[in-house]
C-alpha cells in the first residue's frame, strides 16, 4: 500500500449505530487530519493530530471521536450521528502540521450515509 | 471572517486555455495551494505559491499576488481528463488551511 488509504469507502448508518472509519498513511508523515466535504461546499477541517497529540478541534460536535494511536494510524469514531453528518470524510497527511509549504496527501475518502 | 471565493463552475473546449481565478481574505498568509479532485477521488495537489508571481509546471501554472489577495490556475492545451473540480486553498497565520468551495471545470470536445 502507498499513500494514504481509508476504509470503509462506503458506510451507510443508522442514528443509532456505532461506527469507525479508519485511515493510514504510508508516507513517514507526523500530522494527520480528518475532513468533511459536503456537496458545493468548502473541506472543513474537524481535526488535527502532531506526532499522536490533538492539536486542533474545530468545534465538532462530540458525537465524532477521533483516535490517533501512532502517527500512521487515525480514527474517526461515530456514535449518534444525523442526517445532515452524511457527506465524504477525507483523511489527509502532511510531514509537519505548521511550517510553509507543506502539501498534504489525501485518501480517497469514506462516503458516509446517515439514515 | 476568513474567505476564499472562486466560481462554481466553468466551461471549456478541449485543446483551449482556461483560468480559473481565486480570491482570498484571511488572518495572516502562509501560501496557498491549488488542489485537482476528480469526481468521486482524493484532492490531489497540484501547486504551491507563497511569492507574488507565476509559478509554471508543464500545462498548469499557478499565479499569485499577495497585495490583491488574489491566485489564478490556468490550464494550457486542456484535454478531457482535466474535467475535475478545482480547489484553492490558502494557509493561514495558524498553518490551518482554508478552502474555497471548489472550481468545477467541464471540458467539451
Known amino acids: ?115 | 471572517g476568513q474567505n476564499i471565493d472562486q466560481p462554481t463552475e466553468m466551461t471549456a473546449t478541449e485543446g483551449a486555455i482556461v483560468q480559473i481565478n481565486c480570491t482570498y481574505q484571511t488572518s495572516g498568509f502562509n501560501g496557498l495551494f491549488w488542489y485537482q479532485q476528480h469526481a468521486g477521488e482524493a484532492p490531489t495537489f497540484l501547486s504551491y505559491n507563497v511569492l507574488d508571481g507565476l509559478e509554471e509546471k508543464g500545462r498548469f501554472s499557478s499565479f499569485l499576488s499577495r497585495s490583491k489577495g488574489y491566485s489564478y490556475l490556468l490550464l494550457k492545451e486542456l484535454q478531457m481528463k482535466d474535467s475535475a473540480s478545482y480547489l484553492c486553498a490558502v494557509m493561514d497565520s495558524n498553518y490551518q488551511l482554508i478552502w474555497g468551495a471548489g472550481t468545477k471545470l467541464i471540458i467539451k470536445p
Open chain 1, 1 to 115: 500500500e502507498t499513500g494514504v488509504t481509508q476504509t470503509p469507502r462506503h458506510l451507510v448508518m443508522g442514528m443509532t449505530n456505532k461506527k469507525s472509519l479508519k485511515c493510514e498513511q504510508h508516507l513517514g508523515h507526523n500530522a494527520m487530519y480528518w475532513y468533511k466535504q459536503s456537496a458545493k461546499k468548502p473541506l472543513e477541517l474537524m481535526f488535527v493530530y502532531s506526532l499522536e497529540e490533538r492539536v486542533e478541534n474545530n468545534s465538532v460536535p462530540s458525537r465524532f471521536s477521533p483516535e490517533c494511536p501512532n502517527s500512521s494510524h487515525l480514527f474517526l469514531h461515530l456514535h449518534t450521528l444525523q442526517p445532515e453528518d452524511s457527506a465524504l470524510y477525507l483523511c489527509a497527511s502532511s510531514q509537519e502540521a505548521s511550517g510553509g509549504g507543506n502539501e498534504q496527501f489525501f485518501g480517497p475518502g469514506t462516503r458516509l450515509t446517515v439514515l
